[in-house]
Each structure stands twice: as C-alpha cells, then as structure tokens.
T-cell receptor, first 114, second 111 residues
Framework: DTGVSQDPRHKITKRGQNVTFRCDPI?????LYWYRQTLGQGPEFLTY????????KSRLLSDRFSAERPKGSFSTLEIQRTEQGDSAMYLC????????????FGPGTRLTVL | LAKTTQPISMDSYEGQEVNITCSHN???????ITWYQQFPSQGPRFIIQ???TKVTNEVASLFIPADRKSSTLSLPRVSLSDTAVYYC????????????FGTGTRLTVIP
C-alpha cells in the first residue's frame, strides 16, 4: 500500500498524559498537513510542512501541540498534558504541490482522552 | 478562503442521480472549486475540481455557472456505497497550504 499511513489508529489516554502520533506520507510528496476533526464537523487545519520546514500553523495549535518532520519524510504530532477537549480524529495528508494541489489523506488517529 | 454553504443532509434512493449544490457568493478570481468525499472512519478523498463550466471524471460531474457563485456536484446512479459526507471547498489552490472543509453534506443512499 503506497498511501498515507498513520499510527496508531486509536489511542486512549488519561487527562494530563502526553501522546504522540506518527504520519508516513506518500513517498514522493514534499507537502504534509495535519488536521483535526471532531464529531459532525469537517476537518480543521492544524499545521503544514514543506519538506522539513513547518511553514504554517493554525491558531488551533496551542503551545501544548508540537509537530515535527525531521528529515522531510514522516511526521510526528505530539500533544502534551492532554485535555478532554483534545479528543478528536487527527488526520494527516500529503501532496506533491502540483497544479490541483490534491491532498491525500491517511485513515486518521482517533484520540480519546478520559 | 471563500465561505461555502451546502445542505446539511440529503437522502436518495439507489440508482438515482444526486445533485448537491454549494453556494460560494464571495468566490475570488483565482479560486477553484474542489469536492472531497469522506466515509466514516476514513480521511477525505478528492473527487473533482473545476474552475468554470463543466468538468466530468469517472466518478462525478461538476457544473459551474458563468458567475461561479455556486456549483453543483452530480453523482450519477448512486449506490449504497456512495453514502458519505461530501465537502465543497473553494480557494486559490496555487497558494493554498490548507483546506477549509466546513460541515459538508451528509448523503444517505437508501435501498
């Protein structure tokens, strides 16, 4: 399978714990995006990387959230001191930046904070 | 990014053609119209994109009138597997580093 993969698919944690999610984009894609989706809503943009550079961050990305893409390939999203409001589906997408800028999404990581 | 308005939900019987209309009154000259589909517990998937008139691919057609203030996604002969949420997005794709999805239209196909 050469699509976007995310790990883990599900994560249950207690409030106050730190969690880290991983995204492996399509190999030739230089752009990588993180989104968050809550029940009944569309995905909301969190942050964007071009290669290893984090070029854009949403105001939704509080200082408890940090994302990295150290070698311009896979990316990690860490949430520190999780809160119940962080419970959501975290989606990763990648693109090659071509004309229509189609983003290819992974299956997501569903986070539940108890 | 231009704001979009689309119906919250729609129902259709199998085999029928479904048309989902999206309003985007403030669309800018450089904006394209893109539709994504999302099944439960999956990430969204690109369906179709257009700038004006009509675009057709193996999955759907996209109709855009001359004033570009609305667009219609047409799904021919839907099946149960087309039950999903459909998002209309409008933006300048050349510089877009993020997509604004809105709440989408939940399509339910009934046997």
């Amino acid at each position: 399978d050469t699509g976007v993969s995310q790990d883990p698919r599900h994560k249950i944690t207690k409030r106050g714990q730190n969690v880290t999610f991983r995204c492996d984009p399509i190999s030739e894609h230089n752009r990588l995006y993180w989104y968050r989706q809550t029940l009944g809503q569309g995905p909301e943009f969190l942050t964007y990387f071009q290669n290893e550079a984090q070029l854009e961050k949403s105001r939704l990305l509080s200082d408890r959230f940090s994302a990295e893409r150290p070698k311009g390939s896979f990316s990690t999203l860490e949430i520190q001191r999780t809160e119940q409001g962080d419970s959501a589906m975290y989606l990763c997408a990648s693109s090659n930046g071509e004309v229509r800028n189609e983003q290819f999404f992974g299956p997501g990581t569903r986070l539940t904070v108890l | 990014l231009a704001k979009t308005t689309q119906p919250i939900s729609m129902d259709s019987y199998e085999g029928q053609e479904v048309n989902i209309t999206c309003s985007h009154n403030n669309i800018a000259t450089n904006d394209y119209i893109t539709w994504y589909q999302q099944f439960p517990s999956q990430g969204p998937r690109f369906i179709i994109q257009g700038y004006k008139t009509k675009v057709t691919n193996e999955v759907a057609s996209l109709f855009i009138p001359a004033d570009r203030k609305s667009s219609t996604l047409s799904l021919p002969r839907v099946s149960l597997s087309d039950t999903a949420v459909y998002y209309c997005l409008v933006g300048d794709i050349r510089g877009a580093n993020n997509l604004f999805f809105g709440t989408g239209t939940r399509l339910t196909v009934i046997p």
